[in-house]
């Protein structure tokens, strides 16, 4: 969307800079008060234009940025000037002199007015642009989710239970009928009931410690096959009711995977969502995978496992579940809800940046539902909550429900 702005105003630029100029190259010598019109309005365009570049460029970084456009925009500006001045005070019409001085003219007014009004639709955008807010896109959503959970490494098989596994356990039985459940199914996203599927503990930890980065490939997605095809020896998680392991996953199947410090997590932030090849799923198993730091969650040894330590103060085991889970029911495969990215932020990215951050992709936007209400969120929207919100007993994650806001 910004790039479709900036061409427009590019296109603008080059039209109004190019014909005033070809005016000029057209009109008969020394007849000064038409063609000394056409120059002045130029001149000015041009001079506004690198006024408002000038004050727009204090808020550029890096601040290199900032220094070479500034002194190019007003040497670009004496030699418009210049050559304006030359062209309308010409004594013979049509010469290749007047026209390669027209030619500069054109290049170097043009491309002021373009600098001017890039900065203004970047100083608009910034100060004004709308929030974020999801939209449907190709409407793929899980309308019946089913939540298993897989606790993998010998960390989770201690006695007692570490508490995240007890607080991930209470929470996953009474989803289904959870106030924060039924938030979701009535928020109009297509998601119409929580079901809860089982949950093990794979105590079998790897012997080298082997980094999960992605969930389609490596170390992910092996424990998850090995875990469904039955090559592990399973035990129930404390508090569950035992189930066996199932043949087939549900079509709607959420698998939810605890790492542990022996299958580091990798993912990014402290919990993720995505999909893996899985057979009986044309376009996945969808699948959530947090980080090895709970394993140690509200333990003294917490201090002493730097995963842990890392884990900000709000992201509890419920609010990450929680965040993942209903990111992962609303756009499972990425295209269900979410923001794309405003202009606002596109136009903020642009500033921090540096015009060269145009040539390359940007970071992707965190828009969906959860990440637009996730406290300390620098891409979210101001209607985001301050603090995690309660749910039956757990704190859970706020998500952005169409014409709501931030609700759970």
């Known amino acids: 969307m910004l790039i479709r702005a900036l061409t427009v105003v590019a296109v603008v630029a080059v039209l109004a800079g190019g014909g005033t100029v070809w005016l000029l190259v057209r009109e008969r010598p ?12 130029l001149q000015r365009m041009a001079g506004a234009s690198v006024v408002v570049a000038l004050a727009s460029l204090v808020f550029l970084r890096p601040w290199y ?12 500006l004496v030699a418009v000037v210049g050559l304006l001045r030359r062209l309308a005070r010409r004594d013979a019409p049509d010469t290749w002199g007047a026209v390669l ?12 007015i ?21 939209i449907p896109h190709a409407r793929q959503v899980l309308a019946h989710p089913v939540l298993y959970q897989v606790f993998w490494g010998a960390a989770w098989a201690a006695t007692p239970p570490p508490p995240a596994l007890t607080e991930a356990v209470a929470f996953q039985r009474v989803l289904p009928t959870s106030s924060w459940a039924v938030a979701v199914a009535d928020a109009g996203f ?17 012997g080298v410690p082997v980094r999960a980065t992605t969930t389609s490939s490596g170390p992910f997605p092996a424990e998850l096959r090995a875990v469904f095809a039955g090559r592990r020896r399973l035990l129930p998680c404390p508090g569950s009711a035992p189930r066996p392991v199932p043949a087939l996953l549900p079509g709607d199947a959420v698998v939810a995977l605890w790492l542990s410090p022996g299958a580091p997590y990798g993912l990014g932030g402290v919990s993720a969502h995505g999909s893996t090849p899985w057979t009986g799923h044309p376009a996945g198993l969808v699948v959530t995978g947090l980080s090895d730091g709970f394993a140690s969650w509200g333990e003294a040894g917490c201090a002493r496992a730097a995963a ?17 889970v209903v990111e992962s029911v609303t756009n499972p495969f990425g295209q269900g809800w979410f923001a794309d990215p405003p202009l606002q932020w596109s136009a903020a990215y642009l500033f921090h940046h540096g015009p ?4 390359g992709p940007a970071p992707p936007f965190q828009g969906e539902v959860a990440d637009l209400c996730q406290p300390g969120q620098p891409d979210a929207t101001e209607e985001r909550l301050p603090e995690p919100t309660t749910s039956d007993g757990f704190a859970v994650a706020a998500f952005y429900r169409p014409g709501l806001g931030c609700v759970f």
Request: aromatic share 6%; net charge positive.
């Open 65 to 76: 940025w900032a220094l070479a456009l500034g002194m190019a925009a007003v040497a670009a």
């Open 30 to 41: 020394r007849q000064a008060r038409s063609a000394a019109g056409r120059a002045r309005v």
């Open 101 to 112: 001085v027209a030619l500069a003219s054109v290049v170097l007014g043009s491309g002021l």
């Open 190 to 206: 297509g998601v119409d009931s929580f079901s809860s599927g089982g949950c093990w503990i794979d105590p079998r930890t790897p």
């Open 308 to 324: 842990c330590r890392a884990l900000p103060a709000f992201a509890t085991p419920t609010y990450a579940l929680s965040h993942e």
């Open 114 to 134: 373009a600098l001017g009004g890039t900065a203004a639709v970047l100083d608009v955008t910034a100060l004004w642009g709308g929030d974020p807010r999801p």
């Open 356 to 359: 060269t951050s145009l040539l």
